[in-house]
């Protein structure tokens, strides 16, 4: 069994900041992890990829975010983090982590509602 746990959702005025944390645990080692990745859901819309990052640290960011969020993540403690600044309200949504192990499925979080009000 793995488990992500995700924290650090919460409600932020528009212009604001949070970070995210994702930890892995359970059964699977940190370097059975290849990517880790945040994903969002707004009400009524797709989830969609918010960014991502590999093991070796190479990241990618859809282009709404860029420039705004930082994907990082520590290997050691099997955790994913998004540090998002300058938040707006179009960023409203549940933001859910997924971990990509080099073999097997991937694992999702249960997700962390993040709200900017303007």
């Known amino acids: 069994q793995v488990q992500l746990v995700e924290s650090g959702g919460g409600l932020v005025q528009a212009g604001g900041s949070l970070r995210l944390s994702c930890a892995a645990s359970g059964s699977i080692f940190s370097f059975d992890i290849n990517v880790m990745e945040w994903y969002r859901q707004a009400p009524g819309k797709q989830r969609d990829l918010v960014a991502g990052?590999?093991?070796?640290?190479?990241?990618n960011y859809a282009d709404t975010v860029k420039g705004r969020f930082t994907i990082s993540r520590d290997n050691a403690k099997k955790t994913v983090y998004l540090q998002m600044n300058s938040l707006k309200p179009e960023d409203t949504a549940v933001y859910y982590c997924r971990v990509s192990p080099y073999y097997g499925n991937a694992y999702w979080g249960q997700g962390t509602q993040v709200t900017v009000s303007s």
């Open positions: 990052i590999t093991r070796g640290g190479s990241t």
